[in-house]
């Protein structure tokens, strides 16, 4: 999923890029890796945390991590949790760079109605695992939730 994230938004080496609802810090870290600078949001101080152990290990310096508003220059963001907040988040992208490329991960069919909504010509891929189970002297795979990831330019 990381890495179709990636691709979506394609990064480049001059953007300012945003994450919100970081996490982890999993997806920021990537983008840290490819981009001028990364603006992390996190609201949960334990994942915060780990987002920092994150990026000192893989040596992110260029990440900045906080708790709450992100900064308002952006290129290109990624929302990957919004709380239930995704019209708010949305529009406070589009009033600080109505021309930014969005990508959102959505699990729920309500999220991914909420953010068809709200960007221009919306495109949207979906990204299915499986994981393989025993089944006697057999193997299943069993599917996990799909990922929508949704992207496009605000409305």
């Keep these: 999923a990381r890495a179709a994230i990636l691709s979506k938004l394609a990064v480049r080496p001059e953007d300012?890029?945003?994450?919100?609802?970081?996490?982890?810090?999993?997806?920021?870290?990537?983008?840290?890796l490819q981009c001028r600078a990364v603006w992390a949001v996190e609201r949960q101080p334990e994942?915060?945390?780990?987002?920092?152990?994150?990026?000192?290990?893989?040596?992110?310096w260029n990440l900045r991590l906080t708790e709450g508003r992100a900064p308002e220059a952006l290129d290109a963001v990624f929302i990957g949790?919004?709380?239930?907040?995704?019209?708010?988040?949305?529009?406070?992208?589009r009033r600080a760079n109505p021309k930014a490329r969005v990508c959102?991960?959505?699990?729920?069919?309500?999220?991914?109605?909420?953010?068809?909504?709200?960007?221009?010509?919306?495109?949207?891929?979906?990204?299915?695992?499986?994981?393989?189970?025993p089944?006697?002297?057999?193997?299943?795979?069993?599917?996990q939730n799909p990922v929508f990831l949704v992207t496009g330019a605000l409305s």
Excluded: Y
């Design 81 to 93: 949790g919004s709380g239930g907040e995704l019209p708010e988040i949305l529009g406070a992208v």
């Design 16 to 32: 300012t890029c945003w994450d919100i609802g970081a996490g982890t810090g999993s997806v920021s870290v990537e983008l840290a």
């Design 47 to 60: 994942a915060l945390s780990l987002a920092r152990a994150n990026r000192e290990k893989f040596g992110a």
């Design 104 to 133: 959102v991960s959505a699990i729920s069919l309500e999220t991914l109605h909420t953010v068809m909504t709200e960007l221009r010509d919306p495109e949207i891929t979906q990204i299915a695992v499986s994981r393989s189970k």
């Design 135 to 143: 089944a006697g002297q057999l193997h299943l795979l069993t599917a």
